[in-house]
């Protein structure tokens, strides 16, 4: 059982199109990661969340971290076909930094 | 430019084997992780190590151990290896301060048949 889900596992949209991404646990997180993944690459950091009702805009990317600090979201506007990856979001503990990953969304968009 | 390096990006082995998987950073951090990646499972963590000579079990340690004799190298043994270990193995560093950023290899793919 993963502590941390994350839906949809795949995601397939047309470039230009919207899509959200949800990352929930039972547990409470100091703070939530979102890591972009490519084929033969290790893990991207694109964003760090520590408050909770906290908001970040990355370009296209927007990231919102829940009040109790328990889910997140990441939302891509007008999708296009560089935002093809696995994103993946990580729940950071208070004490040492111990990362726990989430299963992952495997996100396509087609031209 | 930070980085990580793994000594391996493909590797086979046979059943039975011991298998070493080594993993060098160079950016002084504190903390070194092992993850194996499967489909649909994401990164599971298999050891965690925060300083020299520290480790600490992950969530799925069976199988595995580690060994941290140098600030810059963590090292993932697979005492006998077996089919179900074949994985994409990842290694990642980061400062021992929370909420900072991870930093990973670029994998190694492990194959044992």
């Known amino acids: 059982t993963q502590l941390l889900e994350q839906s949809p596992q795949f995601l397939s949209i047309q470039e230009g199109e919207n899509l959200t991404v949800y990352c929930n646990s039972s547990?409470?997180?100091?703070?939530l990661q979102w890591y972009r993944q490519e084929p033969g690459e290790g893990p991207v950091l694109l964003v760090t969340?520590?408050?909770?009702?906290e908001v970040k805009k990355l370009k296209r990317l927007t990231f919102q971290f829940g009040d109790a600090r328990k889910d997140s979201s990441l939302h891509i506007t007008a999708a296009q076909p560089g935002d093809t990856g696995l994103y993946l979001c990580?729940?950071?503990?208070?004490?040492?930094?111990?990362?726990?990953f989430g299963g992952g969304t495997r996100v396509l968009v087609k031209p | 430019d930070v980085k990580v390096t793994q000594s391996s990006r493909y590797l086979v082995k046979r059943t039975g084997e011991k298998v070493f998987l080594e993993c060098v950073q160079d950016?002084?951090?504190?903390?070194m992780f092992w993850y194996r990646q499967d489909p649909g499972l994401g990164l599971r963590l298999i050891y965690f190590?925060?300083?020299?000579?520290?480790?600490e079990k992950g969530d799925i340690p069976e199988g595995y151990s580690v060994s941290r004799e140098k600030k810059e190298r963590f090292s993932l043994i697979l005492e006998s290896a077996s089919t179900n270990q074949t994985s994409m193995y990842l290694c990642a560093s980061s400062l021992r301060q929370t909420n900072t950023e991870a930093f990973f290899g670029q994998g190694t793919r492990l194959t044992v048949v």
């Open positions: 190590s925060y300083d020299v000579k520290m480790k």
């Open positions: 969340v520590v408050t909770g009702g």
């Open positions: 950016m002084d951090h504190e903390n």
């Open positions: 990580a729940g950071a503990r208070a004490a040492g930094n111990k990362l726990t």
């Open positions: 547990s409470v997180f100091s703070s």
